[in-house]
């Protein structure tokens, strides 16, 4: 496998750069199998909590949604709340996770273009019919809520930060997942390691007790193996065999790429993901490290159009959010596709609907409808980057 450091190889003929890569190859996946590793889940949730210093515990499920309802149907057992408050910039499955519950959704606006929150005021918007409010770290940027915590914490409301993201993030020097009552992370595809699914639930609150059994799966380790390969087989029809369409159709919030879509068998942590995920943990820092740079050469030519980041966070970069005007959004798309990279509005530009309510959310709108997601990770060379940094350089925000 080359180093992640290793970046300056030619890319493969017809090889389109996705948003985001795993830094594993089926050969590996593979390997792992016939290894006949005796990796357990227990062992990749120790992992887990050692390299990022998490507290709490640690339940490892079948998706960051799993996680969420499960949660929020503890967390509503003998409770009148029934009201979950969520960014209305987010994804869909977050909503469904909620509804699931037997939970209603209310939902807040950015407090700009750039995805800023002012969590003052979503803390003055709780109710006491508000049961929880989830903390969205996008994109490996977390974003810090202590301005929320003292109104959560007089009105007697949960915080439950999205992690699913924002692995190895943290926001004044602690671990993004150990400032809230519970965390969700996803080990799907286009996340921080990816396992080809599954998920965790960090609980926080030492009031909210939630047994393993019936919550934590083990499949066989050859279902696992059959969904890598299905997800690899996914990726490589992505980005190398997908006809492009046309970028005039897919600008101002129809830009975007289908999500990789799990399979219906169930999914869980088994000892292949297991000793995948391990495999991950140990080369992660490195992976990490080289999303960051990639990262920061970028803002510090994009920094006027990418995503907010407050003084008190390091990101863990995923990928990088810039909002450009429609005819930039059309430039930018093109010339990276004849450079090979992928960049697009991929993420969520429909908003979520609160229940029963009219939205008119106008920040995440606008960053809903003018945002591209930009590629910052590990599988691209220096050249790639200045590739992008260059096709964006005379990019303007759009008028609103």
Known sequence: MVSALDMEKPRKVGHLADLVEEFWDLEVIEALYR????????DFRDAFHQRFERRGRLLLTGSARQALRVFLIHAASGSQKRRVLLSSFNCRVVKDAVLKAGLAVDTFDFANLSGRIDWEAVGQSLTREHLAVVVPHFYGIPTDFAAMVPAANRKGVMIIEDCAHALGASIGGRPAGQLGDAALFSFNYDKPISLAGGGALLINHAAIEIERNGIELSPPRLLELRQFRQLASTLHYGRVCREGRSLLSRVGGRLRIPPYAPPRLPIGIGPLRAAAGLWQLE????I???RNRNARILVESLGRIAWHVGESVKPAYLKLRVAVSPADATFAATQCRRHGITVANSNWAKLIEPSGLENGR???????TFGLDVPVHQNLSR???ENIAAVFRSAKTPDL
């Open 283 to 286: 080369r992660y820092e490195e």
């Open 35 to 42: 290894s006949d590793s005796r990796a357990s889940p227990d």
């Open 288 to 290: 990490r490290n080289h």
């Open 383 to 385: 050249s790639d980057v």
């Open 362 to 368: 106008v920040n995440a709108h606008r960053a809903a």
